[in-house]
């Protein structure tokens, strides 16, 4: 059974940072394709940034420069560095990942990130 365990989240003013983890358990995680995306209240579940089983990465332009995916394969997590952020990076935030061997798609329970201006 997948599972994705997200932590990291909290209330932080604005300008501040946080990182986001998410666990991966049940998957082949080495090439698993892992994100992250958020769901503000009344809007629609976006991606925020991506990273690909060999490394390679992806970003909403709304976090490009402020944010940074990064994943460890030895401990089955992805990451998700979080600067400079503001008001409207308030969301929950969501860890997904896609597996490389069948194509499916998990998501995490979501973690809430709040940032006062």
């Known amino acids: 059974q997948v599972q994705l365990v997200e932590s990291g989240g909290g209330l932080v003013q604005a300008g501040g940072s946080l990182r986001l983890s998410c666990a991966a358990s049940g998957i082949i995680f080495r090439i698993a394709n892992m994100g992250w995306y958020r769901q503000a209240p009344g809007k629609q579940r976006e991606l925020v940034a991506g990273i690909t089983g060999a490394g390679n990465t992806n970003y909403a332009d709304s976090v490009k420069g402020r944010f940074t995916i990064s994943r460890d394969n030895a401990k089955n997590t992805v990451y998700l560095q979080m600067n400079s952020l503001k008001p409207e990076d308030t969301a929950v935030y969501y860890c997904?990942?896609?597996?490389?061997?069948?194509?499916?798609?998990?998501w995490g329970q979501g973690t809430q990130v709040t940032v006062s201006a």
């Open positions: 997904n990942g896609r597996s490389g061997s069948s194509g499916a798609n998990f």
